[in-house]
Each structure stands twice: as C-alpha cells, then as structure tokens.
C-alpha cells in the first residue's frame, strides 16, 4: 500500500519512520520514470487486507493512503 510519493528522499525516510514506529513494515521504492520516492507499507496480501491497514494507519496518524496492495517479487 502507498502512503506517498516525495521529491525529497528525507521527506520519504521521515514518513516511513514514523510509520513503522506505529508497528508497520514500511519500505522505500523508486519509479525511473518519475524520480518520486513511494512509502509503502506491506506486504499485505489482498485488496481487502489493504482497506484494512489503510483504516488503521488514519487512525494512528494524519495519512490515508492509497489501498492498493503489493508484494514482494518471489
């Protein structure tokens, strides 16, 4: 699930910080053809757990989120 997309790495290594402080694995990832630093949170493994984790996050902090699900290569 994407939390945000930053100009600025800092901007995007704050959030993910304050985040995972809140109990979630967050990650940091890049698109080459935009140069935005996404927050993502996950993995999660379905579009339902997806509304779920962005429901919790609102309630933690100012974040909604973007409930979309990703997950790892394998």
């Known amino acids: 699930m ?3 997309a930053f100009g600025r790495s800092s901007m995007a290594t ?3 910080k304050q985040i995972k402080s809140t109990g979630f694995s967050t990650c940091i990832g890049t698109l080459p053809q935009n140069h935005l630093y996404r927050v ?3 993995p999660v493994p ?3 757990a997806a509304d779920t984790v962005t429901r919790r996050i609102a309630n933690l ?3 909604q989120g973007y409930p ?6 394998r």
């Open 46 to 48: 379905n579009r339902i």
């Open 14 to 16: 704050d959030l993910a």
């Open 2 to 4: 994407q939390l945000g």
């Open 61 to 63: 902090t100012k974040h």
């Open 40 to 42: 993502l949170v996950g």
């Open 68 to 73: 979309q699900y990703w997950s790892p290569v």
